[in-house]
């Protein structure tokens, strides 16, 4: 016969309800609790009736992640990171995890976030790639479906979210090349309407005019954050008649084509061009010269917005609503 959650039960000598909160997620059961009553369902081979325990509770079971791309980014290391803590924390829940992928901004991408809401597909989702006016945010907001983010919107302030001191960061990098000496420093931007665009673009601003270096508007491009139109910026500013001395890039990936473009044009990378990226990702540390780079914790960021919505979802606290997270500068022979 299968085993039911009242045998679960009376072997850890525990209540039913204390039993099944712990298998849902629900965060009034304690981690201790949870963990032995997830290891005695693996012993005993306990596989609970989601389809019963969805439909008792009005739920789906499941919480959902659109990637937020034009083109295929599973390979982007970010990502890769970003959904391996959401699936490590979902799976850690108990909780099924959704993936699904639009152009950001588009139809097809305002179809698939209607078609998960209403039609109850998922209890919640988590948004990266936040844009400072952001429909997705009103939406859910509207529709009072739980979300959390990563990074802040003017379109709300009030959803749980996990927030990178984009702004510090990027200036934190920028002086770094500008105690090198650096006066002509080049800033290969992302999308306008993002988040970490205007942030990541502030800090580079600031820190430039803070050691009195004029803004120059030849130097800060804007890009897509792939690494194809990093290589292709790069190459365009490298071969102008004022290069730059020095290239951040918004993110690791666009650092990577500003690596390529520079060694395919025979510069001493840390010498004749400096290059640097924000991400951390792991690609970075394996260029030659390995490339500086402001690195996040992209994996446990990811896992704590899971858990900060599967919280959410079943009515728990996960504490402060709002996670501030400080990047961390790893200089490398890029930089030099």
Known sequence: MP?????????????????????????????????????????????????????????????????????????DPFYTSFLTGLCDESAARRIDLLVASAPPGTRQEQEQYQRWVLSGRVDGIVLNRIRRQDWRIEFLEAQKLPFTGLGASLSSDRYPRVEVDERGGMAC???????????????????????????RSRGYRQALQAAGIPLDPLLEVQGDLSEQRGY?????????????????????????????????????????IAIAGYDGIPETEFTVPPITTLAQPTY?????????????INGGVSGDPVVRIEPRLVLRASSD
């Open 3 to 75: 085993v039911t959650i009242r045998d679960l039960a009376r072997k850890l000598n525990l209540s039913i309800t204390t039993v099944s909160r712990a298998l849902d997620g629900y965060a009034d059961v304690s981690e201790e609790t949870r963990r032995r009553v997830i290891e005695a369902a693996e012993e005993m081979g306990y596989q609970p009736s989601y389809a019963a325990r969805n439909l008792r509770k009005q739920r789906s079971g499941a919480i959902g992640y659109i990637l937020p791309t034009a083109s295929p980014q599973f390979s």
């Open 173 to 199: 990098l920028t002086r770094h090349l500008i105690e090198k000496g650096h006066r002509r420093i080049a800033f290969i931007g992302g999308p306008a309407e993002l988040s970490l665009q205007f942030e």
């Open 232 to 272: 292709e910026l790069a190459l365009r500013l490298l071969n102008s008649s004022e290069p730059p001395t020095a290239l951040i890039g918004c993110n690791d990936l666009t650092a990577l084509g500003a690596h390529r473009a520079a060694l395919e044009m025979n510069l001493n990378i840390g010498e004749e």
């Open 300 to 312: 446990e960021i990811a896992r704590r917005l899971a858990g900060m919505l599967i919280d959410r």
